[in-house]
Protein backbone atom coordinates (compact mmCIF):
# COMPACT_ATOMS: atom_id res chain seq x y z
CA UNK A 1 0.00 0.00 0.00
CA UNK A 2 1.16 3.68 -0.52
CA UNK A 3 1.81 5.97 2.06
CA UNK A 4 0.76 9.42 1.58
CA UNK A 5 1.02 12.63 3.72
CA UNK A 6 0.59 15.87 4.03
CA UNK A 7 2.90 18.31 5.99
CA UNK A 8 1.27 20.48 9.05
CA UNK A 9 3.27 23.30 7.34
CA UNK A 10 3.25 24.76 11.28
CA UNK A 11 6.72 25.82 13.31
CA UNK A 12 6.28 23.24 14.94
CA UNK A 13 6.78 20.11 12.08
CA UNK A 14 10.51 19.36 13.05
CA UNK A 15 9.29 17.14 15.94
CA UNK A 16 8.76 14.45 12.87
CA UNK A 17 4.80 14.45 12.04
CA UNK A 18 2.64 15.22 9.74
CA UNK A 19 -0.74 16.81 9.41
CA UNK A 20 -2.23 13.83 7.72
CA UNK A 21 -1.29 10.45 6.57
CA UNK A 22 -3.05 8.18 4.20
CA UNK A 23 -1.96 4.42 3.96
CA UNK A 24 -4.80 2.52 1.45
CA UNK A 25 -7.77 3.72 2.58
CA UNK A 26 -7.44 5.21 6.10
CA UNK A 27 -6.68 8.81 6.71
CA UNK A 28 -4.80 9.65 9.72
CA UNK A 29 -5.09 13.83 10.91
CA UNK A 30 -2.57 14.43 13.53
CA UNK A 31 -4.10 16.25 16.66
CA UNK A 32 -5.49 19.76 15.16
CA UNK A 33 -5.50 22.73 17.05
CA UNK A 34 -6.36 26.35 15.66
CA UNK A 35 -2.92 27.87 14.47
CA UNK A 36 -1.38 29.72 11.93
CA UNK A 37 1.31 28.45 9.06
CA UNK A 38 3.54 30.80 11.57
CA UNK A 39 2.59 29.53 14.88
CA UNK A 40 0.20 32.07 15.68
CA UNK A 41 -2.82 31.68 17.56
CA UNK A 42 -5.80 32.17 15.98
CA UNK A 43 -9.72 32.89 18.07
CA UNK A 44 -7.52 32.96 21.68
CA UNK A 45 -10.51 32.95 24.20
CA UNK A 46 -13.27 31.31 21.95
CA UNK A 47 -13.33 27.50 21.88
CA UNK A 48 -16.15 27.64 19.35
CA UNK A 49 -14.13 29.54 16.65
CA UNK A 50 -11.31 27.84 17.52
CA UNK A 51 -12.66 24.49 17.10
CA UNK A 52 -14.36 25.61 13.72
CA UNK A 53 -10.88 26.42 12.64
CA UNK A 54 -9.29 23.15 13.20
CA UNK A 55 -13.08 21.72 11.23
CA UNK A 56 -11.90 23.66 8.54
CA UNK A 57 -8.09 22.13 9.12
CA UNK A 58 -9.43 18.85 9.25
CA UNK A 59 -11.71 19.13 6.03
CA UNK A 60 -8.89 20.82 3.75
CA UNK A 61 -6.53 18.13 4.78
CA UNK A 62 -8.59 15.22 4.72
CA UNK A 63 -9.55 16.60 0.90
CA UNK A 64 -6.21 16.82 -0.24
CA UNK A 65 -5.58 13.32 0.02
CA UNK A 66 -8.58 12.57 -1.68
CA UNK A 67 -11.21 12.06 1.29
CA UNK A 68 -14.46 14.20 2.27
CA UNK A 69 -15.46 14.84 5.62
CA UNK A 70 -18.16 12.49 5.31
CA UNK A 71 -15.48 9.67 5.25
CA UNK A 72 -14.71 10.61 8.71
CA UNK A 73 -15.58 7.81 11.00
CA UNK A 74 -14.05 8.88 14.73
CA UNK A 75 -13.16 12.08 16.37
CA UNK A 76 -11.26 12.77 19.57
CA UNK A 77 -11.84 16.14 20.91
CA UNK A 78 -8.87 17.56 23.74
CA UNK A 79 -10.55 20.80 25.36
CA UNK A 80 -8.63 22.69 28.04
CA UNK A 81 -11.84 24.04 29.52
CA UNK A 82 -14.28 21.01 29.79
CA UNK A 83 -17.44 23.82 30.73
CA UNK A 84 -16.78 24.78 27.58
CA UNK A 85 -17.35 21.72 25.75
CA UNK A 86 -20.63 22.25 24.12
CA UNK A 87 -18.96 25.49 22.24
CA UNK A 88 -16.95 22.91 20.73
CA UNK A 89 -19.79 20.64 20.23
CA UNK A 90 -21.52 23.04 18.15
CA UNK A 91 -18.43 23.49 15.91
CA UNK A 92 -18.61 19.56 15.71
CA UNK A 93 -22.35 19.59 15.11
CA UNK A 94 -21.67 22.16 12.05
CA UNK A 95 -19.11 19.75 10.45
CA UNK A 96 -20.66 16.58 10.77
CA UNK A 97 -24.28 17.32 11.61
CA UNK A 98 -26.31 16.49 8.00
CA UNK A 99 -24.24 12.78 8.31
CA UNK A 100 -26.98 9.76 8.88
CA UNK A 101 -24.55 8.40 11.29
CA UNK A 102 -21.89 10.98 12.31
CA UNK A 103 -18.61 10.03 13.51
CA UNK A 104 -18.13 7.86 16.81
CA UNK A 105 -16.58 10.87 18.77
CA UNK A 106 -15.13 11.65 22.66
CA UNK A 107 -14.55 14.76 24.33
CA UNK A 108 -11.67 14.83 26.85
CA UNK A 109 -10.94 17.31 29.15
CA UNK A 110 -6.79 17.77 29.61
CA UNK A 111 -4.69 20.37 31.68
CA UNK A 112 -3.05 22.23 28.77
CA UNK A 113 -1.90 22.38 25.10
CA UNK A 114 1.24 23.54 23.82
CA UNK A 115 0.61 26.94 24.03
CA UNK A 116 -1.37 28.68 27.03
CA UNK A 117 -4.16 30.50 24.35
CA UNK A 118 -4.84 26.84 22.36
CA UNK A 119 -8.30 26.00 24.47
CA UNK A 120 -8.92 22.79 21.90
CA UNK A 121 -6.75 20.25 19.69
CA UNK A 122 -9.10 17.32 17.24
CA UNK A 123 -7.94 14.17 16.15
CA UNK A 124 -9.75 12.74 13.07
CA UNK A 125 -9.45 9.23 11.43
CA UNK A 126 -11.56 8.65 8.02
CA UNK A 127 -12.01 5.58 5.85
CA UNK A 128 -12.10 6.71 2.33
CA UNK A 129 -14.03 4.54 -0.35
CA UNK A 130 -11.31 4.51 -2.94
CA UNK A 131 -7.48 3.47 -1.72
CA UNK A 132 -5.55 5.71 -4.57
CA UNK A 133 -5.10 9.72 -4.20
Not at 22 to 48: C, F, K, Q, W
Not at 53 to 74: F, P, Y
Amino acid sequence: MERTGISSNRSWSDVAYSRAVRLGNLIEVAGTTSSGPGGDILHPGDMYLQASEICGIIQRSIEQLGGSLDDVVRTRVFVTDISQWEAAGRAHFEAFGHMDFPPASAFYGINELLHPDLMIEIEATAIVSSSTV
